[in-house]
């Protein structure tokens, strides 16, 4: 007998046709002697609602209240999904996230699992019970309910297989599995037999969402074996583990995230300390930056840019605002109509010429790059927001095809 965590997300669960779908899907796994636990999302775009009701009435709410408002999405799902489970005659409980024993860290909106105290899921398990438990939210140390980031009721899923040394996380999605590059994007993606989880971790951290980031960091750390398939086709998906074969591909799979804005201070001081005094001002307010350029100075001055996600834009803003004045600088800029498209593959690091191959293929799409990085398993590139989809097409196919 094993031990299966499957999670659904929102379109799984979209309505009561698709909610009774998951039910067999669920208890076939339960009918072959396997123990079941479910984690669920809310249903179709419940959470885009809720956030929406909130900003009618307060755009400024609470990251608490909000938290408050949107894990009950969660908790609708869990009681439908049960009951479509009780109507086919299954032995079945649900949980909402903290009766299931999520302990976060205190931050709202974003939070971190701490642990999990696992002893009712267990007992209910334990009865022949299938577990249906509440993805997303979980409690912090006020006793107030926290929720983990958009996309986070794949993290809840792993999280519970790896605290229950669950013998695989199946997470059912509405594609058949992980692509070479967003399906709804490129027409030509092909779906991937297996991935490695850091190749997974790569993509999806630079806007893959097929799967939150912190789901696959933590099947990483604890070696929870992964899948990723479709609710809807009975089809094979994708295996998520350590070691896949790199020789196979030179790249894994391109993604592409729209939620970046690049700013730039012009004419700063071209002397010691100021990259040191711009950063290290945007890290005291907690704002992540990703990629950084600096020119090279002339006339003794230099400009420096950088990007954030969209969220931090303003605050990035106000503070390189501030800093034009006390560095003396010339101009604060700031763009927004920018997209980041990376290929990740660990097989480029024993493969040179692949960066020249990604601006080949940009170049003769006609594509203007703003920024790159790199790193050992990864390059991105910055380039205009109209650009994007033809990017990851032009890259896409110049790798894979
Ligand atoms: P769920 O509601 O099940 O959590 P998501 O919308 O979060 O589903 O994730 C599934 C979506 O991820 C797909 O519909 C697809 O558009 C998108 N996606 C982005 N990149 C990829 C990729 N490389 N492979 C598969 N799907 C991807
Ligand atoms: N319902 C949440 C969201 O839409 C969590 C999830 O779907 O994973 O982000
Ligand atoms: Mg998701």
């Known amino acids: 007998m094993s031990l299966i965590v499957q999670k659904f997300g929102g379109s799984s669960v979209a309505n009561a046709e698709r909610v009774l779908h998951v039910a067999k899907i669920v208890t076939d796994t339960y009918a072959k002697g396997n123990s079941v636990i479910v984690v669920v999302s809310a249903q179709g775009d419940t959470t885009d609602d809720l956030i929406a009701k909130a900003e009618e009435i307060n755009p400024k709410a609470s990251k608490r209240e909000m ?13 439908l999904l049960a009951m479509a489970i009780e109507s086919l005659g299954y032995p079945v409980k649900s949980l909402t996230g903290w009766q299931a024993g999520f302990q976060t860290d205190s931050s709202y909106g974003n939070s971190r699992i701490r642990r999990i105290q696992s002893e009712r899921v267990e007992h209910e398990l334990g009865k022949g019970n299938i577990c249906i438990v509440a993805g997303f939210q979980g409690l912090n140390r ?3 309910i926290t929720t983990l980031g958009r996309g986070g ?4 899923a792993v999280a519970l297989a790896a605290a229950l040394h669950a013998d695989l996380c199946q997470i059912y999605t509405d594609v058949d599995g992980v692509y070479t590059a967003d399906p709804r994007i490129a027409n030509k993606a092909v779906k991937l037999d297996e991935i490695s989880y850091d190749e997974m971790l790569e993509l999806a951290t630079l806007g893959a969402n097929v799967l ?11 070696n929870v074996p992964m899948e990723v398939l479709s609710s809807m086709k009975d089809l094979p998906g994708t295996q998520i583990k ?33 990259a040191f005094k711009v950063f290290s001002t945007l890290s005291a307010k907690k704002i992540n930056v990703d990629i950084i350029l600096q020119s090279i100075g002339r006339d003794d001055t230099k400009d420096i840019s950088f990007t954030v996600s969209r969220s931090h834009k303003q605050a990035a803003m106000d503070i390189l605002e501030e800093l034009k004045n006390s560095l003396g600088a010339k101009a604060v800029v700031c763009d927004d109509n920018v997209s980041k498209v990376s290929i990740v593959g660990a097989g480029m690091q024993s493969n040179p010429g692949v960066a020249a191959k990604m601006f080949e293929a940009l170049g003769a799409a006609n594509i203007n790059i703003q920024m790159i990085s790199t790193s050992e398993i990864k390059i991105s590139v910055l380039i205009h927001l109209n650009d994007s989809e033809r990017a990851v097409n032009a890259i896409h196919d110049a790798f894979i095809i």
Do not use: F
């Open 242 to 274: 350590e070691v896949v074969d790199v020789e196979k591909m030179l790249i894994r799979g391109v993604a592409r995230d729209n939620d970046v804005a690049r700013l730039s201070i012009i004419g700063v001081p071209d002397r010691p300390g100021v």
């Open 67 to 79: 938290d408050m408002l949107l894990s009950s999405g969660e908790q609708i799902s869990i009681a």
């Open 212 to 222: 939150h980031n912190r789901s696959v960091e933590m099947a990483k750390k604890y």
């Open 153 to 156: 009721s794949d993290t809840s």
């Open 142 to 144: 006020y006793d107030d």
